[in-house]
C-alpha cells in the first residue's frame, strides 16, 4: 500500500510562492500517477496537476498553468507542486494522491480524468495553502 505525506504549505501575500511537496512511501512499484488537489471549504475536491511518474509527462488545469510546476521531488520518492504567483483564489488545503484507477493516455478524455480525484485511491492528510491580497 502506497503511503502520502505532504508538506510546505503556508501563509504568503498575493504573488509569492510556495513549495509543496508529497512524500511517497510503501509500494511504489506500482504507482504510475501522482497528483496534486486542492479544496477549499464549501468546494468540490479539484484537480490541479498530475505527474507520470516514469515518463515524466505533465497535466494541469487551466487556473494553473503557467504559475505552478509539478515534478519529481529533490528528495528520491517525492514529487514536488512549485507554486508561483498565487492568488487568493488558490488558499485550500491541498492534497496529493495516488494509485490512479483510471484509463491509460490515449483513451478519451484522458486528460480531464488524469485530474478527476475519483480516479485515485490513495490520499494524503492534506496542507493548507493561504494567500492574502
Known amino acids: 500500500q502506497v503511503r502520502l505525506v505532504e508538506s510546505g504549505g503556508g501563509s504568503v501575500q498575493g504573488g509569492g510562492s510556495l513549495r509543496l511537496s508529497c512524500a511517497v512511501s510503501?509500494?511504489?512499484?506500482?504507482?504510475?500517477?501522482v497528483a496534486w488537489f486542492r479544496q477549499a471549504p464549501g468546494d468540490e475536491r479539484e484537480g490541479v496537476a498530475a505527474i507520470y511518474i516514469s515518463g515524466g509527462d505533465t497535466y494541469y488545469d487551466d487556473s494553473v498553468k503557467g504559475r505552478f510546476t509539478i515534478s519529481h521531488g529533490k528528495e528520491k520518492n517525492t514529487v514536488d507542486l512549485q507554486m508561483k504567483n498565487l492568488k487568493p483564489e488558490d488558499t485550500a488545503l491541498y492534497y496529493c494522491a495516488a494509485d490512479y484507477t483510471g484509463p491509460s493516455l490515449g483513451a478519451y478524455y484522458f486528460d480531464v480524468l488524469v485530474l478527476n480525484p475519483h480516479q485515485y485511491n490513495t490520499w494524503g492528510q492534506g496542507t493548507q495553502v493561504t494567500v492574502s491580497s
Open positions: 510503501g509500494n511504489t512499484e506500482t504507482t504510475t500517477y
